[in-house]
């Protein structure tokens, strides 16, 4: 991006700011260990194994509500930068 200048309309310090923010950036693999085991492993058994919610609350012997909110955290939490 370095040598872009004028003809993508970026200036040096645009360009230099947009590099720093992708550099800070992470995957949601690298983020993956960060998060709490139950988080993981509700995420595990339903995006990743594709089971059902109800299938998972009986498992792990949780409510369903529980284990709603432990999705949406964790989901957020990959999702965050």
């Known amino acids: 991006m370095a040598g872009c200048g004028r003809r993508c309309g970026l200036s040096l310090a ?3 700011l947009i590099a ?3 550099d800070n950036v992470t995957s949601p693999q690298a983020r993956w260990p960060a998060l709490s085991s139950d988080h993981r492993e509700v995420l ?3 995006a990743i194994a594709g089971d ?3 299938e998972v609350s009986k498992r792990l012997n949780l409510p369903l509500g529980t284990l709603r909110a432990r999705l949406h ?3 957020n939490a990959l999702r965050s930068v």
């Open 73 to 75: 955290r964790a989901r």
């Open 20 to 22: 720093a923010t992708l």
């Open 44 to 46: 595990e058994r339903v």
């Open 52 to 54: 059902s919610y109800h």
């Open 14 to 16: 645009d360009a230099g």
